[in-house]
């Protein structure tokens, strides 16, 4: 009794051979060692068609050619390479489908401003006072807490009347996880009085705090469907009595929250806390030329505690020494 022939299993197809080409690698499997010609009359066709299937089992990997010779490579390691090519390309559809998913963004602000088109003019209610601008805020996140309110401060007076009308009721609200609060400052504010131990509080509660060197207008967006803003871009809010406007529509929102992502992305961290604090202690003594051991008796710490400030303070900067820690310290205002 004859053996029935052994055929190459399935998996070998599901993962990209074709029927032929699978027959052409059971007949390599059987030969071994074979030339074009050999294969032809083995598969009982011509040269110039099964040459070309050749060639495409030796791109994919399952067989290797050597001088004028086809070999097989062990199934294990033929089966191997089809999967690891299946899964570059199961990646590459993966990163088309992110690429798909994220270009939706574009479609979604132009859905809602088609909406907003249809639905009549855009929601807008001009508000006046420092006290309605806090109470707008809370009100929205009392509907949904938390609620992320992202606001830039973009001058010394409104920093100043941020820090004094505004600072304490927004840290009640996170505590009590009304609120969420994201802000960029000018960094030439944070030596303004106040405005560090503020800033802190915020933090110590939950808000994130960023710097930059110019923030272009105050501006606000209060979660997805409110942005606050000001009577006459590039202003601030003292020098208009808090004119303002509060929009709820979401094509205008989407604009500002994508602003402020931009300023957000190009601000550095400001270092508050007892962390931070500690780091820029360091900082501001070696920058008047005092020594490890002299930093380490006016503070009352260890040299080694010293030390360690120092190599916090290069990683939080992103420095390569202490001197350019000290430069970059310096830009972002910390030794003021």
């Known amino acids: 009794m004859r053996d029935e022939p052994h055929t190459v299993p399935d998996p070998f197809e599901t993962l990209g051979l074709d029927p032929a080409q699978t027959s052409l690698y059971t007949a390599v499997l059987r030969l071994h060692r074979a030339t074009r010609t050999d294969l032809a009359q083995a598969m009982d066709g011509s040269v110039e068609t099964v040459g070309r299937q050749l060639d495409d089992l030796v791109r994919l990997g399952v067989v290797d050619e050597q001088s004028g010779h086809y070999l097989p490579r062990h199934p294990a390691a033929a089966l191997g390479r089809l999967i690891a090519r299946r899964l570059d390309r199961l990646a590459e559809e993966s990163r088309r489908i992110d690429s798909a998913l994220g270009s939706i963004r574009h479609l979604i602000r132009d859905y809602d401003a088609g909406r907003d088109y249809r639905s009549g003019p855009f929601t807008v209610e001009m508000a006046s006072g420092a006290d309605v ?54 960094v030439s504010t944070v030596v303004l009085p106040g405005v560090r131990d503020q800033l802190t509080r915020l933090v110590e509660t939950g808000g994130r705090v960023r710097t930059l060197d110019r923030v272009p207008s105050w501006f606000m967006t209060a979660g997805d469907e409110v942005a606050g803003l000001p009577a006459h871009w590039g202003g601030n809010l003292p020098d208009h009595a808090y004119n303002f406007y509060l929009v709820r529509t979401p094509v205008i929102v989407g604009v500002l929250r994508t602003l402020f992502g931009e300023l957000w992305s190009r601000a550095v961290p400001l270092l508050l806390g007892r962390r931070g604090e500690g780091m820029m202690q360091v900082l501001r003594l070696a920058a008047q030329g005092m020594s490890d051991e002299s930093i380490a008796r006016q503070l009352g710490v260890s040299v080694r505690t010293v030390r360690g400030r120092f190599a916090d303070a290069m990683t939080e900067l992103g420095a390569q020494s202490r001197f350019h820690a000290g430069a970059e310290a310096a830009r972002r205002g910390w030794l003021r």
Do not use: N
């Open 133 to 186: 601008l806090y109470e707008s805020v809370l009100g929205i996140a009392v509907q949904a807490p938390p609620m992320q309110l992202a606001t830039a401060v973009p001058d010394e007076r409104t920093m100043t009347d941020f820090v004094r009308k505004f600072a304490d009721p927004w840290i009640d609200a996170q505590k009590r996880e009304l609120l969420r609060v994201q802000v960029i400052v000018p």
